[in-house]
């Protein structure tokens, strides 16, 4: 079997960002990760024995001087020190277990010091979807001169319509060349033209931007704030991170992911001094329009023009939807979009992966007999992930309303 993951940055940028203000912040920290399948998807017997052996290949993989170069250049907000942690950084798979049960359900956990085990996240959930249409055989059904062709049009579109756009898709992407495809794509269509009214910024695939001479993209997770949420509480979880965030980077990475634990108990934490430090925000759950109008409003009873600010949207978006979106929002906002599945796995007839790797558990050191359960609050009803009764005490911390 051919290794999926061949290249230390061919990942999130904000895996690497997060990286660092967790070492700066909670360098003790250790934490648990559930992988969670929406789908229920059956995978073929023996898939978790492939997927293993994926994950034990990761210890191959290091990071090279091009790679650190490139970060020093493009990421120079990142201190020194954090690069010279990078070169020493060794993928343990002792950090994971892979299981697949009766059905053929995949189930996976990992555990151990978060500046570690953070930078599988990405990495895993590729692995998983490019595995699963090898395995399957979908991949031999993958036209990628047509791919090539499609995602300029898409470019054609969102550049037309005056979206400022960014790649999101490494997670669920269907291969590594479909993303490496759609990145080319996009560079060349916005080099077509120099008039053109949007703007294709770059990609959170620190590899591909490197590979393309594009700006490598992203801030934070969720997992930053749920962790947070569970070693303090979530009613002030939103506050202490970007406090974190701060001593870390000095108002650089300057747009916040606000929905860890919905609008309400974040817009509580979000002072004036924090809307001024964070050029952003950036919506990845609930109703757009209203997200934005809730957004606005809070712009305004600080008496900050919310016309002035970034609002990044990237909730599940088509190019269709961030058209739609960047017609009302302009108005408003300073606009823009990261886009991940849309892009990076949308060929006919393929059904992409529905799949994500959360922060289930935290502790602050390692000397702590005990972890603190965390979960996640999502603006959409059934996207709330952690264990149910989890879920239930927070919501009852922190006042969280439903169907608000």
């Known amino acids: 079997m051919r290794q999926i993951i ?40 023996g898939f978790a024995d492939l997927v293993r052996e994926q994950i034990k290949m990761l210890e191959t993989v290091v990071i090279t001087d091009e790679e650190i170069d490139f ?25 994971t277990k892979v299981e697949q049960d009766a059905e053929g359900h995949l189930h996976m956990a990992f555990e151990g010091n978060w500046s570690d085990t953070i930078l599988l996240e990405v990495k895993v959930l590729a692995i998983v979807s490019e595995l699963y249409y090898m395995v399957t055989g979908q991949d031999k059904n993958f036209d990628y001169d047509d791919y090539y062709q499609r995602t300029y049009q898409k470019g054609e579109k969102l550049l037309s319509a005056g979206c400022v756009y960014s790649d999101f898709g490494t997670r669920r992407r269907a291969s590594f060349k479909a993303e490496d495809t759609i990145v080319r794509a996009f560079r060349d269509c916005q080099q077509s033209r120099s008039d053109w009214k949007g703007r294709f910024v770059g990609t959170s695939n620190v590899y591909l931007a490197m590979k393309y001479g594009l700006t490598p993209v992203g801030t934070m997770a969720h997992e930053f704030i749920c962790a947070i949420g569970g070693m303090f509480g979530p009613q002030m979880a939103n ?8 001593h870390t980077f000095n108002g650089a990475l300057g747009t916040y992911l606000y929905d860890s634990f919905g609008w309400d108990i974040f817009s509580l934490n979000f002072s004036e001094d924090f809307a001024n430090l964070f050029k952003g925000l950036r919506v990845d759950s609930g109703d757009n ?22 609002v990044i949207f990237s909730n599940a978006l088509t190019t269709d939807e961030a058209i739609e979106i960047q017609d009302y929002a302009s108005k408003v906002c300073q606009p823009s979009f990261g886009i991940g599945t849309h892009f990076t796995n949308d060929f006919p007839h393929i059904e992409p992966m529905n799949t994500v790797i959360k922060l289930t558990a935290a502790k602050i050191t390692e000397s702590w007999p005990f972890y603190n359960d965390t979960c996640k609050i999502s603006e959409d009803d059934g996207k709330h992930t952690g264990k149910p009764e989890v879920i239930k005490r927070f919501m009852e911390a922190i006042h969280f309303e439903r169907n608000k």
């Not at 970060?71 to 950090?95: E, H, I, V």
């Not at 506050?239 to 701060?246: E, L, P, V």
Request: net charge positive; aromatic share 18%; hydrophobic share 35%.
């Open 239 to 246: 506050h202490i991170a970007m406090n974190a965030w701060r």
């Open 71 to 95: 970060m020093r250049r493009k990421c120079n907000y990142m201190p020194s020190w954090f690069f010279t942690y990078l070169k020493g950084f060794r993928y343990n798979a002792d950090w």
């Open 289 to 310: 329009r209203e997200e934005l109008r809730k957004i606005c409003d809070k712009y305004k009873s600080l008496n900050i023009d919310n016309r002035t600010k970034q």
């Open 6 to 45: 061949r290249h230390f940055t061919d990942d999130d940028l904000y895996k690497f960002s997060m990286c660092c203000a967790v070492i700066d912040n909670y360098p003790r920290a250790e934490v648990k990760y559930t992988f969670v399948d929406r789908n229920n998807t059956v995978y073929p017997a």
